[in-house]
């Protein structure tokens, strides 16, 4: 089956890292992706990993893959007011024979001075 | 390049009316896809067209319908409106079903009933 878990809420201080976790159900998943929704908006693509790799570093993110145990992270290095936002972790899914994206239900992050 | 566009961003309906949202995608993009989000469910499927034909759908009732047309723009419609119909629809755009895959979403239009 077909299901995307991450924890709801998450509040750090501003200049240390926030890790946000996830875990996903079904082990065909090739691509797995980290989307940010601020207030009001539509969700923006922050990174995605394809299942061979264990890690991929884009400047402050970095996002690690354990695809034994089926668990994704993304770690935000000095994380600043303008990080807080909802993180969407969601995996790549086949449905009849077509891409659909599974989503979690987000991770609040709430940056604080 | 421009980003997904959605209009209207903010709508107020009655229970019972029915609503059409209109999803513009990125230049070039020929696959749409549309996401009903709620405080309770969620980020929701609802469905993705490609080249004017729907590819997939989520598990939502008849009362949802899509189209797009040849220019890759799609229009989402809600017929008799239900108050649990509530929600933020946001649309994805993406180059087509080949990987990694990456969707582009618009700003939404957040449709109230009352």
């Known amino acids: 089956g077909e299901d995307v878990e991450q924890s709801l809420f998450l509040s750090v201080r501003e200049g240390d890292s926030s890790v946000i976790n996830c875990t996903y159900t079904d082990s065909s998943s090739t691509y797995l992706y980290w989307y940010k929704q601020e207030p009001g908006a539509g969700l923006q693509l922050l990174t995605y990993?394809?299942?061979?790799?264990d890690m991929k570093q884009d400047q402050r993110l970095t996002v690690l893959l354990n695809k034994k145990d089926k668990h994704l992270s993304l770690r935000i290095a000095d994380t600043q007011t303008g990080d807080s936002a909802i993180y969407f972790c969601a995996e790549r899914a086949l449905s009849g024979g077509y891409n659909k994206l599974i989503f979690g239900a987000g991770t609040r992050l709430a940056v604080h001075p | 390049k421009a980003g997904v566009t959605q209009t209207p961003r903010y709508l107020i309906k009655t229970r019972g009316q029915q609503v059409t949202l209109s999803c513009s995608p990125i230049s070039g993009h020929r696959s749409v896809s549309w996401y009903q989000q709620t405080p309770g469910q969620g980020l929701q499927f609802l469905f993705e067209y490609f080249s004017e034909t729907q590819r997939n759908k989520g598990n939502f009732p008849g009362r949802f319908s899509g189209r797009q047309f040849s220019n890759s723009r799609s229009e989402m419609n809600v017929s008799t409106l239900e108050l649990g119909d509530s929600a933020l629809y946001l649309c994805a755009s993406s180059q087509g079903q080949g990987v990694p895959y990456e969707q582009y979403f618009g700003p939404g239009t957040r449709l109230t009933v009352t």
């Open positions: 990993i394809f299942s061979n790799m």
